[in-house]
């Protein structure tokens, strides 16, 4: 990527460029295809879930949604995914859900294609080719595309809002990236800070008529977020204002400012081998091209470190938006630096062992062999890095299994909590589905059960599947008159939450 001729827009950084593209593509799918695991229990009931509940009628309801304290914005661009399939007749949850994950991969390459023109227009044509190429192999960036996380449609929305406004070739250019900038704040409202500052920035440079057509996407953006949670909730930004109210009680140690948590900080360095520390500090002195990113970057971290959460609820992927910038600054820092070096041998030298490093990092990183990795997520609610970025949990393979079974009439998971499960969206099975905070009434009401290790003390049942530690039984009379719930829901209550905010209300 340095010793060939690349100018602007030349035949051969496009033709790179695709090689890079194409090699995203490969890792993504890969990924889609091989592995399924959970990185945070929303992905799965706060946005896959309710995706599924719309689409086919029927889903786990969590707190969120019950007290509409949840947007409607991310699950419905997921059921603007999943809908499709079930017209095209893809309801197997064994197709759609590698399906869905390839979709989403491929939405991801946006990011890529992004990073490339900011690295261009930030500094060259070679910086944005190493951005993009990063952005393509890097562990963290690969795993996470797959992902219908809040926090990853937000920060492909900003990137995109970012390559738009350095472009800013047309008014249509520019009231894109107003659009895209406030529907990354109405996905992620943590992210505003960080918008604030990419808005402010690009005002600074834009003529009175720009602005005007920017200001009037912004909010012409914000009126169409109204409107939605109107139509889905009832009233205009009721989510963000019942997800406040409880947000103050259930996950806030205390008022803004209150308590400074190093935690993001020092997970971004567990995650790296301390790159995520590096990079930034080498920014520095390139700060002519960096300084755009380096400031999103800075008001990321702290206004995340100054947040009161917690400790169990400061979750790694809160952070999510400060990789790609990480990654948009060393790909500025690697070119500027192999651009220094006027001997042919040693810049294609630097390429190499630039190349090599990463990948060395991103290789290991993506089977868990990163010394203090995984201290990211000790303590959460799943521990990511105890396996590799490909590993397939047994549980979700569990409830796929079930789905081709001709015999269910109601499943019990009784393998682990509930939002470690797989919920319709995996079972994909319009049955009465327990888990262990909600409990069958008796034996007689359920057909399969899921449980880790065996299962002790349950007559007339036996084992049918063994996935890991993971087992499934079925009840072995064919006959069986089973017993039929009344009182069944599919409304999981959330202490400290329910109680809390009902009684409020």
């Not at 926090?151 to 472009?167: D, G, K, M, S, Y």
């Not at 400061?314 to 938006?321: A, L, S, T």
Request: hydrophobic share 50%; with cysteine; net charge positive.
């Amino acid at each position: 990527m340095n010793d060939i001729h690349i100018e602007n827009g030349s035949a051969s950084g496009k033709k790179i460029l695709l090689a890079i593209i194409l090699i995203a593509v490969v890792l993504r799918i890969v990924l889609a295809l091989v592995s399924d695991n959970v990185n945070h229990p929303d992905e799965v009931f706060q946005v896959l879930e309710q995706s599924h509940r719309v689409v086919f009628g029927y889903g786990i309801v969590p707190w969120e949604y019950r007290l509409s304290a949840r947007s409607w914005l991310v699950p419905g661009l997921m059921t603007l995914i999943l809908y499709p399939l079930k017209v095209l007749g893809i309801d197997n949850p064994n197709i759609y859900v590698p399906l869905v994950k390839i979709i989403l991969s491929l939405i991801s390459l946006v990011a890529v294609y992004s990073a490339y023109v900011i690295g261009r227009r930030l500094a060259s044509e070679r910086a944005g080719l190493w951005a993009a190429f990063l952005f393509a192999i890097w562990f963290e960036i690969v795993y996470f595309s797959i992902r219908p996380l809040s926090e990853v449609w937000a920060t492909t929305f900003l990137l995109a809002a970012v390559a738009i406004q350095l472009t800013r070739r047309s008014k249509l250019q520019i009231a894109s990236a107003g659009l895209l900038a406030c529907l990354c704040v109405a996905i992620r409202i943590n992210y505003f800070p960080i918008v604030l500052v990419l808005v402010i920035m690009g005002l600074k440079r834009m003529t009175n008529e720009d602005r005007r057509v920017y200001l009037l996407s912004i909010f012409a953006t914000l009126v169409g977020v109204g409107i939605v949670e109107t139509m889905t909730l009832g009233k205009p930004f009721t989510s963000y204002i019942n997800f406040l109210n409880v947000d103050k009680t259930f996950f806030m140690a205390g008022p803004l400012g209150s308590k400074i948590s190093t935690d993001y900080l020092m997970c971004m360095g567990y995650a790296s081998l301390f790159l995520y520390w590096l990079i930034p500090l080498l920014g520095l002195a390139f700060w002519r091209k960096t300084r755009v990113i380096l400031a999103m970057l800075a008001v990321a971290v702290l206004t995340h470190i100054l947040i009161p959460a917690k400790d169990h609820q400061i979750d790694y992927r809160h952070i999510y938006v400060a990789i790609p910038l990480i990654m948009i600054i060393g790909g500025i820092i690697i070119a500027r630096t192999i651009d220094m070096s006027k001997n042919a041998r040693m810049r294609n030298m630097m390429v190499i062992i630039f190349s090599a490093i990463l990948l060395i990092i991103s290789v290991s990183g993506s089977l868990a062999r990163i010394p203090c990795q995984k201290n990211v997520y000790a303590g959460k609610t799943f521990e990511v890095y105890d396996h590799s970025i490909y590993y397939s949990n047994p549980i979700l393979k569990a409830y796929r299994y079930l789905y081709n079974q001709d015999d269910v009439y109601a499943v019990y998971d009784a393998s682990t909590a509930w939002f470690r499960a797989g919920g319709f969206y995996y079972l994909h099975r319009d049955v009465p589905l327990y888990y262990n905070i909600t409990p069958p009434p008796t034996g007689e009401h359920i057909s399969h059960i899921i449980i880790k290790g065996e299962l002790y003390g349950v007559n007339g049942f036996e084992l049918i599947k063994s996935i890991d530690d993971i087992n499934v039984y079925h009840r072995s009379n064919k006959t069986f008159g089973y017993k039929r719930d009344p009182a069944y829901t599919t409304d999981i209550i959330q202490l400290g939450v329910d109680d809390v905010y009902s009684a409020r209300r």
